[in-house]
C-alpha cells in the first residue's frame, strides 16, 4: 500500500517559473490511500484575494511503504519499519533482530569455533557522542598473537557483516576491536551523516588509542583493517599518525573521488557560483523587462 499526495498550482500568467511565487499561496492539503475506493482528495493553493482558475499544474507527491521482509513476524516488520535517523531507535532494532542475524547463511559463522569471548559496550568520545565499540578474543588461555581493529564503510556497521569475519579472526589467535562510526549503527549521530570527514578519523584515533592502552595489550602488534568509506578512514589516521600502526590492512577502499564530480565542485565553488548567479539574475531581469516593453506596446 502506498499513499498519494496530489497539489495542484494556478497557472501562472507568463509561461516562466519564477513569475508566480508560491508564497502568498493558501495550501489545503488532503492524503488519500491508494486502496481507498474514493477519489485522492487534492490541495488547491490558491491565490489571497483571487478565485481558483481552471488551469493548474499537478505536482504528485507519493510515499511509499517499505515492502514487508520475508520470513519475519509482523512485530519485527513494524519494529525495523521505524525512523532510523536516532541510536536510540537503531538501538532498539538491532536488539529485536539479534537472533534474526545470527541465523543468517553466512559460512563464517558456521565456521567460526565455540569460545569465543565478545564484550559490547559504549564509549564517550571528547564531542560527547556514545561509541558503540565491540571486542571479539580467542578462547580463554589462547595465547594472543596480536590486536586487529576495523574501521567500517559507509552502508555497514561493525557488527553486521563483520560479526563471523571477526570470530574467525578472533579464532586464529588474534584479538579484535570494532567500533560503529558517529551517526551508524549502534553510535549516537543521525543516521548516515557525515557533517565532517575528519571528525571520523579523529574519532577512530580517540577510540583505537585509549582501547590500545589496556594492559593486555601492551607489547602487541596493532593492526588497522578498513574496508570502503572506512578504508579512507583508515588512510587518513594512518597518515596522521603514522607510527601508531604496525600495519595496515585495505579492502576495497575509498581511495579517489569520481573525476565527474570534480565539475560539480568547480560550479558550486563559492566565487564562481555567485558569478554564474548573477549572470543568470542579469539575463532574466533583462527578459522580464523586455516582456513587460512588449506587452506595453500591444496595448
Given at each position: 500500500?502506498?499513499?498519494?499526495?496530489?497539489?495542484?498550482?494556478?497557472?501562472?500568467?507568463?509561461?516562466?517559473?519564477?513569475?508566480?511565487?508560491?508564497?502568498?499561496?493558501?495550501?489545503?492539503?488532503?492524503?488519500?490511500?491508494?486502496?481507498?475506493?474514493?477519489?485522492?482528495?487534492?490541495?488547491?493553493?490558491?491565490?489571497?484575494?483571487?478565485?481558483?482558475?481552471?488551469?493548474?499544474?499537478?505536482?504528485?507527491?507519493?510515499?511509499?511503504?517499505?515492502?514487508?521482509?520475508?520470513?519475519?513476524?509482523?512485530?519485527?516488520?513494524?519494529?525495523?519499519?521505524?525512523?532510523?535517523?536516532?541510536?536510540?531507535?537503531?538501538?532498539?532494532?538491532?536488539?529485536?533482530?539479534?537472533?534474526?542475524?545470527?541465523?543468517?547463511?553466512?559460512?563464517?559463522?558456521?565456521?567460526a569455533p565455540s569460545g569465543i569471548r565478545t564484550q559490547e559496550w559504549y564509549e564517550?568520545?571528547?564531542?560527547?557522542?556514545?561509541?558503540?565499540?565491540?571486542?571479539?578474543?580467542?578462547?580463554?588461555?589462547?595465547?594472543?598473537?596480536?590486536?586487529?581493529?576495523?574501521?567500517?564503510?559507509?552502508?555497514?556497521?561493525?557488527?553486521?557483516?563483520?560479526?563471523?569475519?571477526?570470530?574467525?579472526?578472533?579464532?586464529?589467535?588474534?584479538?579484535?576491536?570494532?567500533?560503529?562510526?558517529?551517526?551508524?549503527?549502534?553510535?549516537?549521530?543521525?543516521?548516515?551523516?557525515?557533517?565532517?570527514?575528519?571528525?571520523?578519523?579523529?574519532?577512530?584515533?580517540?577510540?583505537?588509542?585509549?582501547?590500545?592502552?589496556?594492559?593486555?595489550?601492551?607489547?602487541?602488534?596493532?593492526?588497522?583493517?578498513?574496508?570502503?568509506?572506512?578504508?579512507?578512514?583508515?588512510?587518513?589516521?594512518?597518515?596522521?599518525?603514522?607510527?601508531?600502526?604496525?600495519g595496515v590492512i585495505l579492502v576495497a577502499p575509498m581511495c579517489k573521488v569520481s573525476?565527474?564530480?570534480?565539475?560539480?565542485?568547480?560550479?558550486?565553488?563559492?566565487?564562481?557560483?555567485?558569478?554564474?548567479?548573477?549572470?543568470?539574475?542579469?539575463?532574466?531581469?533583462?527578459?522580464?523587462?523586455?516582456?513587460?516593453?512588449?506587452?506595453?506596446?500591444?496595448?
Amino acid at each position: 500500500m502506498d499513499s498519494c499526495l496530489t497539489l495542484r498550482f494556478r497557472q501562472p500568467e507568463l509561461d516562466f517559473p519564477f513569475h508566480n511565487s508560491l508564497k502568498n499561496q493558501l495550501p489545503v492539503l488532503g492524503l488519500a490511500g491508494r486502496n481507498n475506493n474514493a477519489a485522492p482528495k487534492r490541495a488547491v493553493l490558491v491565490p489571497r484575494g483571487r478565485r481558483s482558475s481552471t488551469h493548474h499544474r499537478r505536482l504528485i507527491v507519493r510515499a511509499e511503504i517499505n515492502s514487508p521482509i520475508e520470513g519475519v513476524s509482523d512485530d519485527l516488520n513494524l519494529i525495523a519499519s521505524r525512523n532510523l535517523d536516532f541510536a536510540y531507535t537503531r538501538r532498539k532494532v538491532r536488539s529485536a533482530f539479534t537472533q534474526v542475524q545470527l541465523q543468517l547463511d553466512h559460512c563464517l559463522f558456521t565456521m567460526a569455533p565455540s569460545g569465543i569471548r565478545t564484550q559490547e559496550w559504549y564509549e564517550r568520545n571528547s564531542k560527547g557522542l556514545e561509541i558503540f565499540c565491540k571486542s571479539w578474543m580467542p578462547k580463554l588461555g589462547d595465547q594472543i598473537k596480536g590486536v586487529l581493529f576495523f574501521c567500517h564503510g559507509y552502508g555497514d556497521t561493525c557488527t553486521f557483516f563483520f560479526e563471523g569475519i571477526a570470530r574467525y579472526i578472533a579464532a586464529s589467535g588474534y584479538g579484535v576491536y570494532a567500533l560503529d562510526h558517529p551517526g551508524f549503527g549502534l553510535s549516537e549521530g543521525l543516521h548516515g551523516y557525515v557533517p565532517s570527514f575528519d571528525a571520523l578519523v579523529d574519532n577512530v584515533i580517540e577510540i583505537y588509542t585509549k582501547i590500545k592502552g589496556r594492559p593486555e595489550l601492551q607489547g602487541l602488534p596493532c593492526f588497522i583493517l578498513g574496508q570502503s568509506m572506512g578504508g579512507a578512514v583508515t588512510i587518513k589516521a594512518h597518515l596522521k599518525e603514522p607510527r601508531a600502526w604496525d600495519g595496515v590492512i585495505l579492502v576495497a577502499p575509498m581511495c579517489k573521488v569520481s573525476s565527474s564530480l570534480f565539475l560539480l565542485q568547480i560550479i558550486f565553488h563559492k566565487p564562481l557560483f555567485d558569478y554564474f548567479l548573477f549572470q543568470i539574475f542579469a539575463i532574466l531581469i533583462m527578459w522580464l523587462l523586455s516582456c513587460s516593453i512588449s506587452k506595453f506596446s500591444y496595448q
